[in-house]
């Protein structure tokens, strides 16, 4: 694709449901980037593919988060449990090989209200 | 762990002006990657530029340019002529050697002025 999409665009939940969220990466994009922007507040990275690995999940701010990246392409964000607190806009981006080398590329974002 | 900070919540410039952005960040390491990223009302991240902490030159992207103190561990971002498409919140990042941490500043929100 043209660049790198997110869906939903916005999300709206209960407390307590589990919400997913989907990042397409533009194509041959090896690296992949999950980033959670609170209102008033700078990105806060969350975790890190390479290919379809997530060497580091340190960033992750609970355990009610995961994430997970299949054929090296789609990845989703799974927040179990949502809570109010979880409320922020998701971030994607992709980059081709490791940033180190590569400009990132980013997404529209994932609004997430939970009420 | 790394901190970067932005001092400037809120500038202003009048279009065709020159405005500097702050950043200051806090590391241990030698080697890293600095950047500065725009993001408009729309909510699109575009990256403005990057530096590379070994390199001493300072980085330039037409009317973007950065000033690198590594020493003073400051890396400010300088906007000439400015436009009024520059109107945005501005995000300085830090990005450790094996590319696989950032840490973003809380942002500067820039507004030029017609």
């Known amino acids: 694709g043209a660049g790198v999409s997110q869906s939903p665009s916005n999300k709206v939940t209960e407390k307590g449901k589990d919400v997913e969220l989907r990042c397409d990466p533009i194509?041959?994009?090896?690296?992949l980037y999950w980033y959670r922007q609170s209102l008033g507040q700078g990105l806060e990275f969350l975790i890190y593919?390479?290919?379809?690995?997530?060497?580091?999940k340190s960033g992750l701010p609970s355990d009610r988060f995961s994430a997970e990246r299949t054929g090296g392409s789609v990845s989703t964000l799974t927040i179990q449990r949502t809570q109010q607190e979880d409320s922020a806009v998701y971030l994607c981006?992709?980059?081709?090989?490791?940033?180190?080398?590569?400009?990132?590329?980013f997404g529209p974002g994932t609004r997430l209200l939970v009420l | 762990a790394q901190t970067v900070t932005q001092s400037q919540p809120e500038m202003s410039v009048q279009e065709a002006e020159t405005v500097t952005l702050s950043c200051t960040y806090d590391?241990?390491?030698?080697?890293?990657?600095l950047f500065w990223y725009k993001q408009p009302p729309s909510r699109q991240m575009i990256l403005v530029i990057r530096?590379?902490?070994?390199?001493?030159q300072n980085a330039t992207e037409n009317r973007f340019s950065v000033n690198f103190q590594k020493a003073a561990k400051s890396f400010s971002l300088k906007i000439s002529d400015s436009q009024l498409g520059d109107t945005a919140m501005y995000f300085c990042?830090?990005?450790?050697?094996?590319?696989?941490?950032?840490?973003f500043g809380t942002g500067t929100s820039l507004t030029v002025i017609p």
């Open positions: 981006a992709s980059s081709l090989g490791r940033a180190t080398s590569g400009t990132q590329y």
């Open positions: 593919f390479q290919g379809n690995s997530a060497p580091d």
């Open positions: 530096q590379e902490a070994y390199k001493q």
């Open positions: 194509s041959g994009h090896t690296a």
């Open positions: 590391t241990s390491e030698s080697n890293y990657y």
């Open positions: 990042a830090f990005m450790n050697p094996l590319g696989n941490q950032f840490y």
